[in-house]
T-cell receptor, first 114, second 115 residues
Framework: DTEVTQTPKHLVMGMTNKKSLKCEQH?????MYWYKQKAKKPPELMFV???????INESVPSRFSPECPNSSLLNLHLHALQPEDSALYLC?????????????FGQGTRLTVV | AQSVTQLGSHVSVSEGALVLLRCNYS??????LFWYVQYPNQGLQLLLK??????LVKGINGFEAEFKKSETSFHLTKPSAHMSDAAEYFC?????????????FGKGTLLTVNP
């Protein structure tokens, strides 16, 4: 199984809503990532978890709150988002060590904030 | 910080023609480089990666890339384009982020294939 599964595929939320994005992998990877991708732009790293601990936060606003409850799951909790947060949110996983290990990406969640 | 530069935001080729997508890196040490493809409304899929074992790297779907240290380049090629190759292609470099490795992507090149 080389899949990273993200749910939901699409999400529309109001600026006062609270929602969560979910990511799951069963490849035994101990590093998991959240990326944000705006239209016609490359993915931009938001967070990295290594062995279920937050290791990198790329100065992401606190309205985005990541959580890694176990080695297979990664969540992104959303609260009080702005319309400019509308984007494709990609989850990825990889082996935690080694600069030459590739990341496996999920299909993404298309988020629209209204 | 390491970075990659993709020359040409849009490349258009005819079906059956050579595909050449350019990527140059800036690194003072041997970099670890990757090419990913993204089809519309999809996630990213790894095409190939350079890990210093060989300068010519073969990937999936007939793509290959050659690492040239003298030119600081890692260009992606395919001898004969197919309609299904139409997608966005990203070159990426792996770098140490202080506590973990992370991928940094180039701006991407949109490949269109004309019949």
């Amino acid at each position: 199984d080389t899949e990273v599964t993200q749910t939901p595929k699409h999400l529309v939320m109001g600026m006062t809503n609270k929602k969560s994005l979910k990511c799951e992998q069963h490849m035994g990877h101990r590093a998991m990532y959240w990326y944000k991708q705006k239209a016609k732009k490359p993915p931009e790293l938001m967070f990295v978890y290594s062995y279920e601990k937050l290791s990198i936060n790329e100065s992401v606003p606190s309205r985005f709150s990541p959580e890694c409850p176990n080695s297979s799951l990664l969540n992104l909790h959303l609260h009080a988002l702005q319309p400019e947060d509308s984007a494709l949110y990609l989850c990825a996983s990889s082996l935690p060590k080694g600069e030459n290990t590739e990341a496996f990406f999920g299909q993404g969640t298309r988020l629209t904030v209204v | 910080a390491q970075s990659v530069t993709q020359l040409g935001s849009h490349v258009s080729v005819s079906e059956g023609a050579l595909v050449l997508l350019r990527c140059n890196y800036s690194s003072s040490v041997p970099p670890y480089l990757f090419w990913y493809v993204q089809y519309p409304n999809q996630g990213l899929q790894l095409l190939l990666k350079y890990t210093s074992a060989a300068t010519l790297v073969k990937g999936i779907n007939g793509f290959e890339a050659e690492f040239k240290k003298s030119e600081t380049s890692f260009h992606l090629t395919k001898p004969s384009a197919h309609m299904s190759d139409a997608a966005e292609y990203f070159c990426a470099v792996s770098e140490w982020g202080g506590s973990n490795y992370k991928l940094t992507f180039g701006k991407g090149t949109l490949l269109t294939v004309n019949p």
